[in-house]
């Protein structure tokens, strides 16, 4: 039973690193970007998902990961959930985004409200967040950094 348990955790970590060879040299330099990266990951998901993308020094993708999964219309995020992963991926600053499975990225007023709290936390820890992106339909998205609310 243990050998197969092991067997299933060296998979996982097979398939975690065949999706992360495809972003080994993407760099960050747009909303747009970020949200091709993200796409991927969570475009298609019928609840709320609320992903992590971590860089390094020179905005290059170091790590993508699923922070929160949560309903049809809504996913509350805790920041140690966004920091944890960064904080032991070594990352330098991070961009977050999640999806509207309603197809309509207009933000909500929990949007908002994570979008703040994620943005004083990074101040806080060091790891600045440079954007948080609502992904739409058909490749629609807000960036929240465009809109005036990262502060």
């Given amino acids: 039973m ?3 348990s092991i067997i299933e955790v060296i998979r996982i970590k097979q398939e975690i690193r065949e999706e992360m ?3 080994e040299h993407a760099t960050l330099r747009s909303p747009a970007c970020a949200r091709s990266i993200a796409a991927p990951f969570i475009a298609d998901d ?6 992590v993308i971590m860089l390094n020094t020179k905005n290059r993708v170091i790590g ?5 999964v ?3 219309n809504s996913s509350i995020v805790h920041p140690r959930e966004v920091f944890k992963c960064a904080i032991l991926n070594n990352a330098s600053c991070l961009v977050v985004c999640h999806q509207h ?3 309509d990225p207009t933000p909500s007023r929990e949007d908002i409200e994570v979008t703040e709290r994620l943005h004083e936390a990074g101040q806080l820890v060091g790891i600045p967040v440079l954007d948080h992106l609502i992904l739409g339909a058909d490749e629609s998205y807000v960036s929240m ?3 005036g609310y990262m502060g």
């Fill in 21 to 23: 060879v495809a972003l």
């Fill in 70 to 72: 949560g309903s049809v």
């Fill in 46 to 51: 019928d609840r709320e998902v609320f992903l």
């Fill in 2 to 4: 243990e050998l197969t």
């Fill in 101 to 103: 499975p309603s197809g």
């Fill in 145 to 147: 950094k465009q809109r």
């Fill in 64 to 68: 993508v990961h699923r922070a929160h």
